[in-house]
C-alpha cells in the first residue's frame, strides 16, 4: 500500500496565504463571497470554542500541578513562570524599539475596513457558553478544588473533558484552518492592501527569531551563573533538542530528547526526570515570545493604542492560560485568543492573522520552549539535585573538553 503524503500544517498555511493572494486578484466577487460565508460562520465557532479551551486545558493542569506537592514543585513552576513572564517584556521593549521604524501603521487597519465588502450570504451566531475571565477564574475554581480533594469523578471528568476539546480543535479547527487563512488573505488582496501586509509580515518573523536566539543566549547566561560553566557550551549540549523540536512541534515529543541533553549537562536524574517533562507543560518562553510580538506588530499596524500596563497584564495573564496547551500545532495560540480579545481589543479578523503569523513561526517557538527547560533544570540541580563529587569533577571535565 502507498503511504499518504502529509503536509505539515506550516505549509498548509503557507500554501493557504499564496493561494489567497493569487486568487484575489481573478476571482469573481460572487465566489469570494462564499468564503466570506465560511470564514464568519468558522470564526463564530472559533469563538464559541475559546472559553472552552481555557476551561478544558487550564482546569486540570492546575489540578495535576496543585495535587503535586514539595519544594521542587514549587520553585520550579515559580522559575518557569518568571522565565515565561520575563520572556513576554523583553519581546514587548523589542518590539517597542523595533517594529515603528519597520511597520507602516494603519495598513491594516485599512485592510481590514476595506475587506468589509466582501459581505457574506448568510451568517449563523454562535455566542459563547461564557466570558473568556469568566472561564479563567472556573478554570481555577475548578482545578484548586480538585487539586485539594480526595474523590476522583471530577478529576477524571476534566481530563475527558479536555480530551474533547483537544479532539475538536485537532479534527475541526485544524483542518479547516488553511481555508480560514485563505478567506482572510483573499479579502485581504482583493481590498488591494496584501503586499504591505506581508512586507510586515516578513520583517516581524526576521525580529522574532533573532529574538528568539538572544533569548536562549540570557537564560543559559543566567544558568551558567548559578553552576559555573559556560554557557555555550551549556546550550550547544541542547542543541539536538532544540533541532528535534523543529521536526515535532511538539515539547511533549520531545520530552525523550530533552531529558537525555539535560543529563548530559549533567543534570542529576532524579531531577531531570521530574523537571523536564514539568516544564514542557508550564514553560513557555518561546511561544510567550512569539504571542507578544506578533500582537504588538498587529496593533502597531491597525493603528492601535497600547502602553506598557496593558501587555504587562496581558503577559501575566497569557503565562497561566497557555499552561498545558493542546498538544496540537498552535495550540498556544489557540489559547490565547480569549486574552487577545478582552484585553488588547483584537477583533476576529485581527485573530486570524494572528494565527497565520503564529504557525508561520510555531516550530521555532516550540523550539524556544524546550531548549530553555534545560536552563530550568540546571538551576534546579544546583540546590535539589543529588551527586556525589566524583560526579561533579567528571562533568566538568567532559565540559571543557578534556
Known amino acids: 500500500m502507498k503511504k499518504k503524503l502529509r503536509i505539515g500544517l506550516l505549509l498548509q498555511i503557507v500554501i493557504a496565504i499564496a493561494l489567497g493572494i493569487a486568487t484575489g486578484y481573478v476571482m469573481p466577487v460572487w465566489a469570494a463571497r462564499i468564503f466570506a460565508t465560511f470564514n464568519i460562520i468558522f470564526s463564530q465557532f472559533l469563538q464559541f470554542l475559546v472559553p472552552l479551551i481555557i476551561v478544558g486545558f487550564v482546569t486540570p493542569a492546575i489540578a495535576d500541578i496543585g495535587n503535586k506537592a514539595g519544594k521542587v514543585l514549587v520553585v520550579t513552576a515559580l522559575i518557569a513562570y518568571v522565565a515565561t513572564f520575563c520572556s513576554g517584556i523583553i519581546s514587548y521593549f523589542t518590539?517597542?524599539?523595533?517594529?515603528?521604524?519597520?511597520?507602516?501603521?494603519?495598513?491594516?487597519?485599512?485592510?481590514?475596513?476595506?475587506?468589509?465588502?466582501?459581505?457574506?450570504?448568510?451568517a449563523i451566531e454562535i455566542p459563547p457558553m461564557f466570558g473568556v475571565m469568566t472561564a479563567l477564574v472556573l478554570a481555577f475554581m475548578l482545578g484548586i478544588g480538585i487539586a485539594y480533594s480526595r474523590g476522583t469523578v471530577l478529576r477524571n471528568a476534566a481530563a475527558e473533558f479536555r480530551d474533547i476539546v483537544a479532539m475538536t480543535i485537532r479534527v475541526t479547527?485544524?483542518?479547516?484552518?488553511?481555508?480560514?487563512?485563505?478567506?482572510?488573505?483573499?479579502?485581504?488582496?482583493?481590498?488591494?492592501?496584501?503586499?504591505g501586509i506581508v512586507a510586515a509580515f516578513i520583517k516581524i518573523i526576521a525580529v522574532i527569531f533573532a529574538l528568539a536566539a538572544v533569548l536562549l543566549i540570557i537564560q543559559y547566561c543566567i544558568a551558567a551563573l548559578f553552576v559555573k560553566r559556560n554557557p555555550f557550551k551549556l546550550l550547544y549540549t541542547m542543541l539536538p533538542a532544540y533541532f528535534t523540536a523543529l521536526g515535532t512541534q511538539s515539547s511533549?515529543?520531545?520530552?525523550?530528547?530533552?531529558?537525555?541533553?539535560?543529563?548530559?549537562?549533567?543534570?542529576?536524574?532524579?531531577?531531570?526526570?521530574?523537571?523536564?517533562?514539568?516544564?514542557?507543560?508550564i514553560h513557555m518562553s518561546g511561544s510567550t515570545l512569539k504571542i507578544v510580538a506578533c500582537a504588538l506588530a498587529l496593533m502597531i499596524m491597525h493603528g492601535m493604542p497600547y502602553d506598557f500596563a496593558m501587555f504587562a497584564g496581558f503577559i501575566a495573564m497569557l503565562g497561566i492560560t497557555i499552561i498545558a496547551a493542546p498538544g496540537v500545532p498552535g495550540g498556544a495560540i489557540m489559547a490565547s485568543l480569549g486574552l487577545l480579545a478582552s484585553i488588547l481589543g483584537f477583533t476576529e479578523k485581527d485573530q486570524a492573522l494572528m494565527i497565520a503569523l503564529y504557525i508561520a513561526m510555531d516550530s521555532f517557538g516550540t523550539a524556544c520552549n524546550v531548549t530553555g527547560d534545560g536552563f530550568i533544570a540546571l538551576v534546579i540541580d544546583k540546590y535539589f539535585g543529588k551527586r556525589d563529587k566524583y560526579d561533579d569533577i567528571k562533568i566538568d571535565e567532559e565540559l571543557i573538553g578534556k
Open 95 to 122: 518590539g517597542v524599539l523595533t517594529f515603528p521604524e519597520l511597520i507602516t501603521p494603519r495598513s491594516l487597519n485599512t485592510a481590514i475596513e476595506s475587506g468589509h465588502d466582501l459581505s457574506p450570504y448568510f
Open 173 to 195: 479547527i485544524i483542518p479547516l484552518l488553511p481555508v480560514y487563512i485563505f478567506g482572510i488573505f483573499l479579502n485581504m488582496t482583493m481590498a488591494g492592501e496584501v503586499g
Open 252 to 281: 511533549a515529543a520531545t520530552i525523550p530528547v530533552t531529558l537525555r541533553q539535560a543529563i548530559k549537562m549533567g543534570v542529576s536524574e532524579d531531577i531531570a526526570g521530574f523537571v523536564i517533562p514539568l516544564c514542557a507543560t
